[in-house]
């Protein structure tokens, strides 16, 4: 009966001790050779290149891609970066929507309406289609790993990682 009880004490006691250390499985990978970084690509869109603004660009396969639109454009205005997609809500029911693919060459920035787009109006085309100006965010997924940044908020992710704002 003795030997039984060291065996158990000794069983316990291992268990405990396995299951008590502070183990860490998690593999930490530091991504040295990227850092976040922006750019801006200003298009038209229209028939001839199918809505469709592209930018060559060289993207690590572990990016984040964040594309934003300077909805004051047209204006002249100060800049106001709104994050994509984005559906823009026009008179008699239509819709507009910007989003954006990528891969690691090349960025495309489209619009795609639930109408022909052909037929916005002058004023219409000159605030949604003409001189638009984008901004094209990559950020390394390592540093975006369990972060709170909002990223609909530009002014928050230029702060967060550190990235000097252009305008």
Do not use: H
Not at 117 to 122: E, G, I, M, W, Y
């Amino acid at each position: 009966m003795k030997n039984y009880f060291t065996i158990l004490l000794l069983a316990l006691f291992g268990f405990l001790a396995v299951s008590c250390t502070d183990r860490n499985d998690d593999v930490l990978v530091d991504d040295n050779d990227t850092y976040p970084m922006m750019r801006d690509v200003t298009g038209t869109f229209n028939s001839g290149n199918s809505y469709t603004i592209n930018q060559g660009i060289n993207i690590a396969t572990t990016d984040v891609v964040l594309v934003y639109r300077n909805i004051n454009s047209a204006s002249g205005g100060s800049a106001v970066w709104q994050l994509l997609p984005k559906t823009e809500f026009l008179t008699g029911g239509r819709e507009l929507d910007y989003n954006f693919l990528f891969d690691t060459a090349n960025i495309e920035i489209y619009t795609e309406a639930n109408f022909d787009q052909a037929t916005l109006s002058a004023s219409e085309a000159t605030t949604y289609l003409n001189n638009q100006r984008f901004r094209v965010v990559l950020i390394p997924a390592s540093q975006g790993k369990n972060t709170n940044v909002k990223y609909e908020d530009y002014q928050s992710v230029i702060k967060y990682y550190n990235i000097p704002d252009r305008d």
